[in-house]
């Protein structure tokens, strides 16, 4: 095992109630495998950030959106997506935050970050995600 100091440079941004973390912090997104809801290491870096804000700020509340690609029926992917919702804020909630500070929802397929008609399999992977609003700050 390598261990490695890093230091990173604080960077100060406004934040209100309804702003997107993910966008505030330049997180990369947090995306999920093809029919998956499990945590990928790339995406538990990421949120690692989230936890450390949420550490920071033992006010902030946040909702986590989670959502599919366009394949597979509506009631499967409103299911798919409520599972990646209930992943995401269980891996948050296994890392020392309080129920109380994180909830979260599926959407399904009904709010695609790109609204293509025959997606290419990157199109596909953009839309499978998690995403985290403030709702309290």
Do not use: W
């Not at 490695?4 to 209100?16: G, Q, T, Y």
């Not at 790109?114 to 609003?133: P, W």
């Amino acid at each position: 095992m390598v261990e490695l100091d890093l230091m990173l440079e604080k960077e100060i941004v406004k934040a209100e109630v309804g702003d997107d973390i993910g966008k505030l912090l330049k997180l990369e997104p947090i995306y999920f495998d093809f029919d998956k809801h499990n945590i990928r290491p790339d995406a538990a870096v990421e949120l690692a950030k989230v936890i450390a804000v949420m550490n920071e700020y033992p006010e902030m509340v946040i909702f986590a959106k989670s959502h599919t690609d366009s394949r597979g029926g509506d009631k499967y992917n409103m299911n798919l997506s409520d599972r990646r919702a209930k992943s995401t804020v269980q891996y948050i909630i296994s890392k020392g935050i309080s129920k109380e500070r994180i909830t979260g929802q599926g959407f399904g397929e009904s709010e695609p970050k790109v609204d293509c008609k025959k997606c290419t399999e990157e199109e596909y992977a953009q839309n499978r995600r998690s995403e985290f609003l403030i709702v309290k700050k």
